[in-house]
């Protein structure tokens, strides 16, 4: 049995170490930016997004008590290897120009798992149920008992950790997810200044860049983009496809998953949305948080940890007046 599958672990990373390597030098180092404090400080891969026992499921919720209680966390480091060479193919065939169609394939399952694995996206998944939850309770007691208060939703011991497992282990729900990533226009942005793109500890950004004519009638995921840095010079942006083909300048030749150069202006845009809709921490391979540090200073509200997800999936700072690029389109 592998050391894997035996070994006890305190500290979980919420962000794969293989992905944040790639943002850290020869030595795994690089550079974290605390929101909350407005503080950077040196980091290495091994310490970065890691939370006690934030995978470990509570005795009274399985039902097996013989069940190891670390099955998740073990099951992500047996996966560790396969995403490795999945984020390697992607980093070589980008930078050579493009992404593949199999590997792409493969990087969209690998997204799906990062994006849903993080303390930020188990918050926006409690809240959804929370709020769905309660939705109910409201319901039976205005049909049950009008006139009275209404009682508030609770949840069990250990709950929050289970109902995350559940979807993570959910073959079907992470598939359903990884084929919405892969249905969207993909494209790479090469990174040709001297600032490098920022990850953080909720890497795979959600944006939306709505149509002029947006309102009631217009589909919210019209508009709708995710981006995802593959290194500290790589970038894969995932668009929807309608206004992509609206925005776009191609004239019809297909560029999906081709590699693009992208200037200050779409960097100064990327790492923003890095900076504004991650939890608590932003990492660069170098100290260069000038961006993060204004921006916490200016918009208070991305330096709470614990507001709500609605709030952070409708931020954007793709404003004119900032300067940033509306959309990345070649």
Same mark, same amino acid.
């Given at each position: 049995?592998?050391?894997?599958?035996?070994?006890?672990?305190?500290?979980?990373?919420?962000?794969?170490?293989?992905?944040?390597?790639?943002?850290?030098?020869?030595?795994?180092?690089?550079?974290?930016?605390?929101?909350?404090?407005?503080?950077?400080?040196?980091?290495?891969?091994?310490?970065?997004?890691?939370?006690?026992?934030?995978?470990?499921?509570?005795?009274?919720?399985?039902?097996?008590?013989?069940?190891?209680?670390?099955?998740?966390?073990?099951?992500?480091?047996?996966?560790?290897?396969?995403?490795?060479?999945?984020?390697?193919?992607?980093?070589?065939?980008?930078?050579?120009?493009?992404?593949?169609?199999?590997?792409?394939?493969?990087?969209?399952q690998f997204i799906a798992l990062q994006w849903m694995r993080t303390v930020g996206r188990r918050a926006g998944i409690l809240e959804a149920e929370e709020n769905a939850m309660q939705a109910v309770v409201d319901k039976w007691y205005a049909e049950n008992s009008p006139g009275i208060p209404t009682g508030r939703f609770k949840r069990g011991v250990g709950d929050e950790s289970a109902l995350h497992a559940n979807l993570l282990a959910d073959y079907?729900? =992470? /598939?359903?997810?990884?084929?919405? +990533?892969?249905?969207?226009?993909?494209?790479? $942005?090469? &990174?040709?200044?001297?600032?490098? %793109?920022?990850?953080?500890?909720?890497?795979?950004?959600?944006?939306?860049?709505?149509?002029?004519?947006?309102?009631?009638?217009?589909?919210?995921?019209?508009?709708?983009?995710?981006?995802?840095?593959?290194?500290?010079?790589?970038?894969? =942006? /995932?668009?929807?496809?309608?206004? +992509?083909?609206?925005?776009?300048?191609?004239? $019809?030749? &297909?560029?999906?998953?081709?590699? %693009?150069?992208?200037?200050?202006?779409?960097?100064?845009?990327?790492?923003?949305?890095?900076?504004?809709?991650?939890?608590?921490?932003?990492?660069?391979?170098?100290?260069?948080?000038?961006?993060?540090?204004?921006?916490?200073?200016?918009?208070?509200?991305?330096?709470?940890?614990?507001?709500?997800?609605?709030?952070?999936?409708?931020?954007?700072?793709?404003?004119?007046?900032?300067?940033?690029?509306?959309?990345?389109?070649?």
């Amino acid at each position: 049995m592998s050391d894997a599958l035996t070994q006890k672990s305190k500290e979980q990373h919420t962000v794969s170490r293989c992905y944040l390597k790639r943002f850290a030098n020869t030595q795994c180092q690089f550079f974290s930016f605390n929101k909350v404090h407005g503080k950077s400080s040196p980091c290495g891969t091994k310490s970065a997004s890691v939370v006690d026992s934030f995978y470990d499921m509570h005795p009274a919720t399985l039902q097996d008590p013989n069940t190891d209680v670390q099955w998740l966390e073990k099951t992500f480091s047996v996966l560790e290897n396969r995403y490795e060479a999945v984020l390697s193919a992607a980093v070589h065939e980008a930078d050579a120009g493009a992404v593949s169609y199999d590997t792409g394939s493969s990087l969209a399952q690998f997204i799906a798992l990062q994006w849903m694995r993080t303390v930020g996206r188990r918050a926006g998944i409690l809240e959804a149920e929370e709020n769905a939850m309660q939705a109910v309770v409201d319901k039976w007691y205005a049909e049950n008992s009008p006139g009275i208060p209404t009682g508030r939703f609770k949840r069990g011991v250990g709950d929050e950790s289970a109902l995350h497992a559940n979807l993570l282990a959910d073959y079907d729900t =992470v /598939m359903g997810i990884a084929e919405k +990533f892969w249905s969207l226009y993909w494209l790479v $942005g090469r &990174n040709t200044t001297n600032q490098p %793109f920022y990850t953080s500890d909720d890497p795979v950004i959600l944006d939306r860049i709505p149509p002029k004519n947006d309102g009631p009638n217009v589909p919210p995921w019209v508009g709708i983009e995710y981006s995802f840095p593959l290194s500290s010079r790589l970038i894969l =942006v /995932m668009i929807d496809r309608y206004m +992509f083909s609206k925005i776009s300048s191609t004239n $019809g030749e &297909n560029v999906e998953r081709r590699t %693009f150069d992208m200037g200050e202006l779409e960097i100064e845009r990327y790492n923003a949305l890095q900076v504004a809709k991650s939890t608590k921490y932003v990492f660069c391979e170098e100290n260069k948080f000038t961006l993060a540090d204004r921006l916490c200073r200016e918009e208070l509200q991305i330096r709470e940890p614990a507001r709500s997800r609605e709030l952070i999936d409708s931020t954007t700072l793709a404003h004119t007046k900032q300067g940033w690029s509306v959309m990345f389109s070649r």
